[in-house]
């Protein structure tokens, strides 16, 4: 297919593909089908990911994303208020100041030879479209996603003991040890209940699988040294991850003391703290089973082939402001300043925790003597 082909404009409407609306008129040619979509980001400039309808001017991924969805012509007009209407759904959600160099989308849009090329002329140079893969109709992105590959870039003077730690350190061996001594216990199945917000202790939705959880080895940026953390589980809940990691800073730099590391699984309320969301980024979106089944027909939900400019992007985009954030803005130092504020002892949780059961148990009094 020559150029003009590729970027020509269909002036009709697809019968088979129309939806009785002049929204589709004036698309690209090319059939609608159903795809997964692997995109890159840099979260530096946005408020997370998910466009909130009612709320389009808080610059999100998304916003963005179905905008220049629609100048490519490859969806119709009215996806941006309604992106329900090309089954829009991303593999995860992602936070203010959060990246990705392996989200993934499942959507509908008029496929082409070069829809990657049509969607990404009209993007910020802080979102890039990796590639577009057909799929079948039942393709999920969300559900049909077996595991997330996260990983978390910070400074080690993170891990110094509390109070001691400058742009100099480099971190020690008995350090290293102690952080993957606490990486390997959050291996397995726990409640982490106490790593998010709106779940209590007990509830099944609160049960994550954690696959694997290790450290690079340190380097070096402008002096600075900096080592890489990286998580593969199921599944994970907001702010999970970032609890995750502030609990181990604290407990590597001797704020947090063991019997802390254990209420926060066996607690019904406990103080953690959430590290900044500067280094972590969404590494990869794992659909291993689903490749094995349907989807083969298709060559499967695979970017093995565009891994070389999925690094480029991490290298160029996403390391630059991680770094630039720890080295000129002082993210971590300047978060590590307010984790003494947090209470590692567990006494003002259970007091906070008892004062919520009783108004409670006072609400459901009152409610039962007014019935």
């Known amino acids: 297919m020559d150029a003009a082909n590729i970027a020509k404009i269909d002036d009709g409407i697809d019968i088979k593909n129309s ?3 002049e929204a ?11 795809v997964a979509m692997l995109f890159a980001y840099c979260g530096a400039n946005y408020h997370g990911l998910q466009m909130n309808r009612g709320e389009r001017w808080i610059k999100t991924i998304e916003g963005d994303l179905f905008q220049a969805l629609v100048d490519a012509k490859v969806v119709p007009s009215n996806c941006v208020q309604e992106p329900h209407k090309m089954t829009y759904k991303s593999a995860s959600r992602t936070d203010k100041g959060v990246s990705t160099c392996g989200q993934v989308a499942s959507l509908k849009l008029r496929l082409n030879e070069n829809v990657v090329g049509l969607i990404n002329q009209h993007l910020p140079e802080d979102i890039v479209v990796m590639a577009v893969r057909r799929t079948t109709q039942g393709f999920n992105a969300q559900l049909k996603a077996e595991g997330r590959t996260y990983s978390y870039t910070l400074p080690t003077f993170a891990f110094a003991d509390y109070g ?4 100099s350190y480099k971190i020690t061996e008995d350090k290293l040890l102690k952080v993957k001594s606490i990486l390997y216990r959050y291996k397995g199945t726990h409640s982490f209940h106490n790593f998010t917000s709106g779940k209590r202790m007990g509830e099944m939705s609160a049960q994550r699988f954690i696959i694997e959880f290790e450290h690079g080895d340190p380097f070096l940026v402008q002096n600075v040294e900096f080592i ?12 999970q991850i970032r609890k995750m990691i502030g609990l181990l800073i604290a407990m590597v730099n001797g704020l947090a003391k063991e019997q802390h590391f254990i209420r926060a699984f066996s607690e019904p309320l406990e103080d953690i703290p959430k590290a900044p969301g500067t280094g972590l980024v969404l590494e990869k979106v794992h659909y291993d089973g689903f490749n094995k089944g349907p989807a083969k027909q298709h060559g499967g939900v695979d970017f093995t082939d565009v891994q070389d400019k999925i690094d480029e992007f991490r290298k160029t985009r996403i390391f ?24 590692y002892s ?3 949780s259970k007091e906070q925790y008892g004062s919520k059961e009783e108004s409670s148990l006072n609400k459901e009094t009152n409610d039962t003597s007014e019935s």
């Open 346 to 348: 567990g006494k003002s």
């Open 19 to 21: 939806e009785g609306s």
């Open 164 to 167: 001691t730690g400058n742009t």
């Open 228 to 239: 890489t953390l990286t998580i593969k589980g199921q599944s994970f809940m907001l702010h």
């Open 320 to 343: 630059p402001y991680i770094y630039k954030k720890e080295i000129e803005e002082s993210s971590m130092l300047d978060w590590l300043e307010t984790l003494s504020r947090h209470d």
């Open 24 to 34: 589709n008129s004036g698309l690209v040619s090319g059939p609608k089908r159903k």
